[in-house]
């Protein structure tokens, strides 16, 4: 089960209000989640701590250099004994959906290394990362939104970090919906602009609500 989550960036400072408020917030104060958040600048190289380079074979734009990635990672290994399971993200890795986010949330400690500019140096894969991974089929500034997609998806999955266990049980995607989409929600008032909210839900006959719910799953 997942316990440690690290993110390697280059701009750290756009998970400050990511990681203190909402379910993710609450999780890490409560301590069902270590996370931790590290400027890939402070591994950079040379006097100008360098992360990035022209091209070889030249093109467009910077790629990002191997050996920061490389260093922060074997430096952040020696503080724990887990062994991490180091996710790349990249608009060319395997797509994120409810089964990926299933299958990573049992690894106890994962990495997320997040990539800027032309993308990072294939060594930066070969030699530390074990998947890679992409939020959708389009292209993005940089990987830092994806690893707020991949921590918030995984945090919500560690047990108890949601108010109610009901919560992740009967939610788009979960298994008790079984592949349909969630059923429509209400909330007050009854009538908004001449628009009702189903009178069985103001029943209260439970057995009535459950038929109508499953019924309502497309
Ligand atoms: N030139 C690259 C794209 C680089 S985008 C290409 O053609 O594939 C810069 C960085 O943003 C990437 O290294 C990656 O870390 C991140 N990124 C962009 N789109 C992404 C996506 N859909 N999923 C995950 N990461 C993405």
């Known amino acids: 089960m997942l316990n440690i989550l690290r993110i390697i960036t280059i701009f750290p400072n756009l998970f400050d209000s990511f990681s203190n408020i909402g379910v993710v917030g609450k999780a890490i104060q409560s301590n069902k989640v270590s996370l931790s958040v590290h400027d890939l600048r402070n591994f950079g190289v040379g006097k100008h701590m360098s992360v990035d380079d ?3 074979g030249g093109g467009p734009g910077m790629v990002m250099r191997p050996e920061p990635f490389y260093k922060s990672v074997e430096f952040l290994k020696k503080s724990q004994n887990e062994k991490p399971y180091v996710i790349l993200t990249s ?45 959708g089929n389009y292209i993005l500034s940089g990987g830092e939104i994806p690893a707020m997609v991949i921590a918030d998806s995984l945090i919500r999955k560690i047990p108890n970090v949601l108010g109610s266990s009901e919560s992740t049980l009967n939610e788009t995607f979960s298994e008790n919906i079984l592949g349909k989409k969630k059923e429509p929600v209400y909330t007050k008032p009854r009538n908004f602009k001449g628009l009702v909210v189903p009178e069985v839900l103001l029943e209260g006959n439970h057995k009535k609500i459950d038929d109508w719910r499953k019924k309502m799953r497309k």
Do not use: A, H, M
């Open 54 to 56: 022209t091209q070889y």
């Open 91 to 135: 608009p060319k890795g395997n797509t994120l959906d409810s089964k990926k986010i299933n299958q990573l949330s049992k690894k106890k400690c994962i990495y997320i290394l997040c990539g800027r500019y032309e993308g990072v140096d294939q060594r930066v894969q070969d030699l530390i990362v074990d998947e890679e991974i992409s939020i």
